[in-house]
């Protein structure tokens, strides 16, 4: 009778534990990349009253089994299975990733690696990118001077800062010009004085300044309907001002500031050309032979440019200790065409070639950041650059369920789960992230209530047993009265 005093004492006690953790699978229904858990019972302890015998035969008695009484049980496992991927729920953050795979982001915490399912990211205060449920940093791999992923041992992903706070500036090398010239525009009608059908070419230079090239296209003779000079007027810089001209301070004049240019192989530049004192006006010498811009006359086609490829002129500004140094801007002229427009001239510049390649950019500050399927992580900046910062490394294991959850949806490696070996994988190895979603709780609610209520009932089965076995023993003591 005192036997299932105990065994009723065990079953209280393992229905007390799983209902402890039916409560905490519920607990965290809502809970980011949370698992939930299973109990799992055992029996034990077990006494023999009588042992097994087998048959004589020599007597003919048959064998009897043992008689053994069972002593209660005991919880054998509280079980967690953390492969695979749970329930999907979509935020629209750009900062949110969801491991599509079995595999864990790595992060650091108190000098210590851990692993998580929670993939809601964000970057603090030094810019390192870091896990909004535990404050752990995520660790993956950084870039080397190329601008490739170094897949090393895996180190905090630093994304702001230092060289990552600004995209460097490109020179531009191209420009494309696209439009038509209306030989009816009194524009380019020649005269020996006309200023042309003015065209102003935005380009960058190697320190990121936005200057401007102004040219002007005018026809080469009065008879001429199909055939137009290229001209350079002037090269404004990143203030508006010509960088062929300075006013002097003391007299109050414009100087040249022999500003050395070539255009398409034409020494325009350094002591090629005269400005005006009193009005500014810039003359080039020669004048020189400009190159030509020639269409069809019958079709309105382009035709050529007099230049070596026909389609380009360059134009260059080379001087040593020049203000704003560019390596050559090729400007291409073959999309333009020459039909009747109403008497108007609309020719458009466009930084960039045929392939939008070419056309450079100023410097750009951070702005924010892009994580891709694959966990490269690239930053946005405010000149429209992109630029590879990192990637964030995933880590698999043998046995994911034999980790050791520590709290705050971080887990701990263990002889049984396997080694972490410091570098981690890459998420395309597995599978690959989300972005814009996170991995929610695996628990099924109506799985834990089911759960509840046979836990409930064994609770209270064995509460009986208890009760009814104190029956028992009150009877006995009340044999003599």
């Not at 054998?76 to 749970?86: E, K, M, N, Q, R």
């Not at 045929?354 to 924010?368: D, M, P």
Request: glycine residues 12%; contains cysteine; aromatic residues 8%.
């Amino acid at each position: 009778m005192m036997r299932s005093l105990y065994s009723g004492i065990s079953g209280l006690r393992v229905h007390q534990t799983k209902m402890d953790v039916i409560g905490n699978n519920i607990s965290n229904v809502n809970t980011v990349g949370f698992r939930g858990s299973a109990v799992n019972f055992t029996d034990v302890f077990y006494q023999t009253t009588q042992s097994a015998t087998g048959p004589n035969a020599a007597t003919g008695a048959a064998g009897t089994n043992a008689t053994q009484i069972g002593l209660g049980a005991n919880v054998a496992a509280i079980a967690v299975d953390l492969s695979g991927t749970g329930s999907t729920q979509r935020t629209d953050r750009g900062m949110d990733v969801m491991i599509n795979g079995d595999a864990f982001l790595i992060v650091r915490s108190n000098g210590n690696d851990y692993f998580t399912k929670s993939g809601a990211l964000d970057i603090d205060a030094n810019g390192t990118l870091y896990c909004t449920t535990n404050g752990a940093t995520v660790l993956g791999w950084g870039v080397d001077e190329d601008g490739d992923i170094r897949k090393d041992s895996v180190k905090p992903l630093k994304l702001m800062g230092g060289e990552h706070a600004y995209s460097e500036p490109n020179a531009t090398t191209s420009v494309t010009l696209s439009g038509n010239v209306d030989q009816k525009d009194k524009q380019v009608a020649f005269s020996e004085d006309g200023v042309g059908y003015p065209i102003a070419v935005g380009f960058y230079d190697n320190l990121g300044n936005l200057c401007c090239a102004k040219l002007s296209i005018i026809q080469t003779a009065v008879d001429s309907n199909n055939t137009y000079s290229v001209r350079v007027d002037d090269i404004l810089g990143p203030d508006s001002k010509s960088l062929l001209k300075r006013k002097d301070e003391a007299t109050g004049n414009y100087v040249s500031t022999e500003q050395v240019i070539n255009f398409n192989g034409l020494d325009l530049g350094g002591t090629n050309y005269t400005v005006d004192p009193s009005s500014g006006a810039i003359t080039f010498a020669g004048p020189p032979e400009w190159p030509v811009l020639t269409f069809d006359s019958v079709t309105g086609h382009f035709t050529s440019v007099s230049s070596e490829d026909g389609n380009i002129l360059n134009l260059n500004l080379s001087a040593e200790g020049a203000p704003y140094p560019v390596s050559g801007v090729d400007i291409d002229f073959s999309d333009l065409t020459m039909y009747a427009t109403g008497q108007t001239c609309k020719v458009k510049p466009n930084r960039g070639d045929k392939n939008n390649e070419g056309g450079g950019n100023a410097a750009g500050s951070l702005n924010g950041f892009a994580i891709q399927t694959d966990g490269k992580i690239y930053g946005v900046y405010s000149n429209g650059d992109k630029k590879l910062l990192g990637q964030i490394a995933v880590a698999t294991f043998a046995n994911p369920s034999g980790l050791e959850a520590v709290g705050n949806s971080l887990y701990a490696s263990t002889l049984n789960s396997g080694d972490f070996d410091g570098i981690g994988i890459d998420i395309s190895e597995v599978g690959k992230f989300s972005v814009g979603a996170l991995e929610m709780s695996d628990v099924d609610l109506a799985t834990e209530f089911t759960n509840m209520i046979t836990t409930q009932r064994g609770f209270q089965a064995n509460s009986r047993v208890i009760t009814t076995s104190d029956s028992m023993l009150e009877e006995l003591v009340n044999l003599k009265r």
